[in-house]
């Protein structure tokens, strides 16, 4: 997958998507796409809304959102930067800088686990901001998500690439497009959304056998598991689901806010950063 492939689907995303294609991908020339097609205008949710509630702003332009469930959610920048946010007060603090060019974020164990396009991945110890490499020398990495003592990794190859703590990476599964994140559920199971075909899908993490389970109709930004067992992505404005086993999706909701990607916690309260750097809580999304 080349560069200028990359570059295309993030300018077509509107301003985040412009930020996030900063740095390599702006020396690329690229055409933008036509603007998303608009959802029936039914369950719209507005921002600030009692479904969309404002956490703070100035946050500048990230990269990578992720909640730990635990009143805080961790921020990746471009630049280097991890942060957290505190729920409760808005209060954000720095926990490590010079990480790279980095991209996404998973939290587990006390530790961060962040991609960068450089095709490094670190554990940052959240107490404490100390680092080290788990792998390095890999293709440019985007999505990150944790389970037991491996880290799942999407790259630019359209790859999911494991790497367990203390070996080698290898490729679970090949020729998945290219996926900004990654999601996890608890039966084994890793989903990705090709921004480029449109197709959701699903990975046996042990087989490497993988499915379609739908193909959006505008470039999927984002993929997360709910806490309902359902998947939900992103595309355009229109937060959608679909059913692992039946494969029936239905649409959520549209989000008037101008977001490149969102985070579901446990919880199911959903956090996304928008364009102007605001990072907002997203209510009522999942079934549960």
């Known amino acids: 997958m080349t560069d200028s492939r990359i570059a295309t689907t993030y300018l077509s995303k509107r301003t985040r998507g412009i930020a996030l294609a900063a740095g390599a991908l702006l020396a690329v020339s690229a055409a933008v796409a036509a603007p998303a097609p608009a959802n029936a205008a039914t369950g719209d949710i507005k921002c600030p809304s009692t479904a969309c509630v404002k956490i703070v702003a100035g946050l500048g332009s990230t990269s990578g959102e992720v909640s730990d469930d635990a009143g805080s959610v961790y921020l990746t920048y471009g630049s280097g930067e991890l942060r957290k946010v505190s729920l409760a ?19 587990a164990d006390g530790s961060a686990y962040i991609a960068s396009f450089g095709g490094t991945l670190e554990q940052v110890t959240l107490a404490t901001g100390s680092r080290r490499t788990l792998a390095a020398g890999l293709p440019s990495l985007f999505g990150v998500a944790r389970a037991g003592t491996t ?7 359209g790859e999911i690439l494991a790497v367990p703590d203390g070996g080698s990476p290898r490729v679970v599964a090949a020729g998945l497009g ?24 699903q990975t046996d993490l042990t087989t490497g056998a993988t499915r379609t389970l739908f193909v959006a109709n505008y470039e999927p930004t984002s993929i997360s598991v709910g806490n309902d067992g359902l998947i939900y992505f992103l595309a355009g404005d229109g937060v959608n689901r679909v059913n692992p086993t039946t494969r029936v999706k239905s649409h959520v909701a549209n989000v008037v806010l101008n977001m490149f990607q969102f985070a579901l916690a446990p919880s199911g309260a959903a956090y996304t950063v928008d364009g102007a750097g605001t990072l907002w809580q997203i209510n009522g999304l999942t079934a549960h």
């Open 89 to 107: 007060t808005g209060a954000t603090s720095t926990i490590a800088t010079g990480l790279g060019n980095l991209r996404g974020v998973a939290v």
């Open 151 to 157: 880290t799942y990794v999407t790259d630019t190859n």
């Open 178 to 201: 290219f996926s900004y994140g990654i999601a996890l559920d608890n039966a084994g199971f890793a989903y990705t959304a090709d921004m480029f075909t449109g197709n959701i899908q």
